[in-house]
């Protein structure tokens, strides 16, 4: 096993000990299986782009989906748990926010500081935790994007709502649920005061536009804030900790390799969907209400291992299908497929893209210690030590 390939399993052992065993032995007996207390299992690039571009079968909303366990801390209307027009309406609505233009400007804007400061302090010889700048990079950007001031609370408590859910939960305790709507809420009390602004330059300012009301928007927020730091957290470092365990340098992360890092990582491991009604994925029967888990991480990772230098199209040496041109249905199944596919992936590009320009740079940089994130729901290092070669 190749260094990168030991620390990613420890990345990823470290948040979900028992499941991410449970999904990799599931995937040994095939595409499709049905995991008790967990779900019908899809490993399967092709068969997982089929459930989720067919949302009238499978759903958000249902039993076991991600919609259904959010629900009762955000509310009904805040994307993650709508489907059909009003959802499709809604996304039309925030599109705005997060175009590539739009996204870069608050970039730069936000992250000048920052990483000024990640560049001047590399420069200066110091140890340089990437973890806790890339936090303060994400947060200071979703903070910009929702409304919430500098005194907001802290982010800290979004990411312990995530570190309660698990993979064989279809829903949250009713004690979880009242902790991570506590959280919520004082981490998007700010963001009431952007919605009764109406500055349609904000997500609250927006979701006022489009006929919401406070709690409505409240939750949207919250979902904000919790997608649009964590997954950045986790996957920033692990691309620059990918590209020095392979022997390359930031002054080589293209955008091939933020992709190709993007497939083998997959910063969404799981996604789940819920059966709207009776049918087969792969052969194997589903039932009404059953749940499906899309092992997104496991479908990716089929495609061989991390190989950015590969020729444009050609699948990685030591492929199953090595010599074959990527499929279609890989193509960025991390941001998802279908009417959900993330809103927010031109944001998480342009952030992670600032990121490694900053550390351009400095071709000789080393990872000098390095610690994996224990009990969190997107795996992730919880510190990267960076030092200037």
């Known amino acids: 096993m190749d260094e990168w390939e030991r620390w990613e399993r420890r990345v990823q052992t470290a948040a979900h000990p028992v499941a991410y065993r449970l999904l990799s032995a599931a995937r040994a007996r095939g595409p499709v299986v049905r995991v008790p207390r967990v779900g019908v299992v899809v490993a399967d690039a092709h068969l997982a782009r089929e459930v989720l571009t067919d949302p009238e079968r499978y759903t958000k909303t249902g039993p076991g989906a991600a919609g259904g366990l959010w629900t009762a801390v955000l509310g009904p209307r805040v ?52 973890v806790r700048v890339v936090r303060e990079g994400a947060t200071g950007v979703i903070r910009e994007l929702v409304g919430l001031p500098d005194s907001a609370a802290d982010f800290a408590g979004a990411a312990a709502v995530l570190s309660t859910v698990r993979l064989w939960r279809t829903s949250l305790t009713g004690r979880q649920a009242d902790r991570a709507r506590v959280a919520l809420a004082r981490l998007s009390e700010a963001a009431v005061a952007a919605y009764r602004a109406g500055d349609e330059s904000t997500v609250p300012g927006r979701l006022r536009a489009l006929g919401l009301d406070e709690a409505e928007a409240r939750g949207a927020v919250g979902v904000f804030l919790l997608t649009g730091t964590e997954t950045l957290v986790s996957f920033i470092p692990r691309l620059v900790a990918l590209a020095h365990d392979t022997g390359r340098g930031p002054d080589r992360i293209t955008d091939a390799l933020i992709e190709e890092a993007l497939r083998v990582t997959s910063p969404t491991p799981v996604m789940l969907r819920s059966a709207a009604r009776a049918g087969r994925i792969g052969g194997v029967r589903v039932e009404a209400g059953e749940r499906v888990v899309i092992a997104t991480l496991l479908c990716t990772r089929a495609y061989g291992p991390f190989a950015p230098d590969r020729s444009p199209g050609g699948a990685p040496a030591g492929c199953p299908r090595e010599g074959a041109p990527d499929p279609a249905e890989l193509r960025r199944l991390w941001f998802g497929a279908g009417p959900h596919f993330c809103l927010g992936m031109p ?10 320009g900053a550390l351009r740079g400095f071709p000789g940089l080393r990872v000098v210690g390095r610690r994996p994130a224990r009990g969190v729901l997107i795996p992730a290092y919880a510190s990267l030590s960076l030092r200037a070669g």
Request: proline share 5%; charged share 25%; hydrophobic share 50%.
């Open 79 to 130: 994307l993650i748990n709508m489907e059909g027009p009003e959802h499709a309406a809604l996304r039309r609505r925030l599109g705005g926010l997060f175009t590539p233009g739009h996204v870069a400007t608050v970039c730069e804007r936000v992250l000048r500081a920052p990483l000024a400061g990640l560049e001047r302090r590399l420069g200066a010889g110091e140890e340089v935790d990437l």
């Open 347 to 356: 944001l998480a590009m342009a952030e992670i893209r600032a990121v490694a």
